[in-house]
Nanobody
Framework: QVQLVESGGGLVQAGGSLRLSCAAS????????MGWFRQAPGKEREFVAT????????RYADSVKGRFTISKDNSKSTMYLQMNSLKPEDTAVYYC????????????WGQGTQVTVSS
């Protein structure tokens, strides 16, 4: 059974940093793309960043480019999201997700972790 478990959320002041982790288990993810998404209150869930598990190719939303860094540790089956220069508009529940390389839909989702940025 595949599990994605996020951690690392919390409350931080604007300009601060947080690092989110997503521990993956239950299968091998070599042919998967892992991603971070977020959903703010009253808003649609939006894409933040993705990373290919095998080659580490990354992609970012324009709103986080230059401030957030997605990475992975294959030996720990864990993905990270380093978030710097945080803004109040980054406040949201952050979710990690996984999809097969050949698919566009995400098959697996974590439970989410809250990030709150105060001004």
């Amino acid at each position: 059974q595949v599990q994605l478990v996020e951690s690392g959320g919390g409350l931080v002041q604007a300009g601060g940093s947080l690092r989110l982790s997503c521990a993956a288990s239950g299968r091998t993810f070599s042919n998967y793309v892992m991603g971070w998404f977020r959903q703010a209150p009253g808003k649609e869930r939006e894409f933040v960043a993705t990373i290919g598990w095998r080659y580490g190719i990354t992609r970012y939303a324009d709103s986080v480019k230059g401030r957030f860094t997605i990475s992975k540790d294959n030996s720990k089956s864990t993905m990270y999201l380093q978030m710097n220069s945080l803004k109040p508009e980054d406040t949201a529940v952050y979710y990690c997700a996984a999809r097969q390389l050949t698919k566009s839909e995400y098959d697996y989702w974590g439970q989410g972790t809250q990030v709150t940025v105060s001004s």
